[in-house]
């Protein structure tokens, strides 16, 4: 395998840094030909760990903008290393290209489908790419894109870093995009929050009236939630709106998912904020213990949350109202949405960086249609051009070290 290195780029003697201006007009050359872009993943969706017609198209459109390519990356990931022709930081960008299973579709799906927007980000972040290359000589520093595999099952990212993807490319920082229910020209930050993690418990029982009692220690376990998920599109309103809420509903949260199988319940439950997995084991011991002969077992440690950093955080939202004006940042208060988790939790274990929601939500459509997992999720592909306008200016100012 062969890697693009992360190098100190020689200046050139031309002038810089890239201007958001020259971002703009670079882009609205490019917008046509990624949204047929995001229409051709979007109509050849992968399942997780099976990406390799998505891979293959991200690294011949890479390869096309003069990047420096590396496939089969921690499974089917791809690498691209843009160079700019002036000395600078080493930053990041990643991307994630899997579909959604479907019995992780809202109602279950009869095949995978991109209703959680990966061909949005992929496109994205190909986008940016292609900008930024043609800006190269106003370009300081170095950017590695990361094309992730395999997000939906939360095994890519770590793969991807197994693989070295940040050791090897001497990675100072990484940034990331998802879409979101907010609308058209609008970015979420979240200063100190992000996703939550994910635990898993399992409790058996014996006896005669295992079965029964594994059905009513499942409801009792699920009684733990504080907060359930939406059932009409007025609980995804109310929830986006707790999400914007300082110290509202969503600050400290746990929602649980107990099901009983004959004489076992099966618990998955996520929690904000992180610390307090350890209530809730102790929470789930407390209610098993009233069942005799009852066994409660943790397989594995928490799949760790995602936090973004406050900083960094509040330093792009200042970043994003500045080039794209006052209005372009909302501000979440909270783990949001609280019933999914992000393998980018890893990369920001590792490196600091941010994560930021699209709104993709066109005007006057249902909010369904905006709300990742939602069998009729339906993206503004208008948002395509918004975000990569977005983060190409904020990956350029990134790598000059401004902010940092």
Known sequence: MVWGTAGRAVADGRTGPVEQGSVDAEVARLE??????????????????????????????????????????????????????????????????????????????????????????????????QVLARLRRQLGGTVVFVFQPAEESLSGARAMIDAGVLERTRVEEIHALHCGPFPVGQFA????????????????????????????????????????????????????????TPDGPLARFVTVRARAQEAKVSVSYRCWPQERYTEVRQDIRRLASSYPEAEVSFPADPFPAMVCPERDARTLAHHLRHTRGRDAVTVLHAAFPPFSGEDFALYLDRVPGTFTFLGVRAPGAPITTAYPHYPDFAPDERAIGVGVRAMTGWLAERTTGRGA
Request: glycine residues 14%.
């Open 189 to 244: 930050v979240a200063p100190g929050f992000g996703l939550p993690g994910q635990d898993k418990a399992e409790v058996t029982l014996s006896g005669p009236d295992a079965p029964d009692a594994a059905r009513r220690m499942a409801a009792e376990i699920g009684a733990l939630s504080t907060v359930t998920p939406p059932q009409t599109p007025a609980d995804i309103e109310r929830l986006i709106a707790d999400a914007q």
């Open 32 to 129: 046509r030909g990624l949204v047929a872009l995001r229409r051709d993943i979007h109509q050849h969706p992968e399942l997780p760990g099976q990406e390799q017609r998505t891979a293959g198209v991200v690294a011949r459109e890479l390869r096309a903008a003069g990047l420096e390519v590396t496939t089969g990356v921690g499974g089917n990931g791809v690498v691209g290393v843009l160079r700019g022709s002036r000395p600078g930081r080493t930053v990041a960008y990643r991307a994630d290209m899997d579909a959604v299973p479907p019995q992780d579709i809202v109602g279950g799906g009869p095949a995978a489908a991109h209703v959680c927007g990966h061909d949005i980000h992929t496109t994205v972040a190909v986008g940016v790419a």
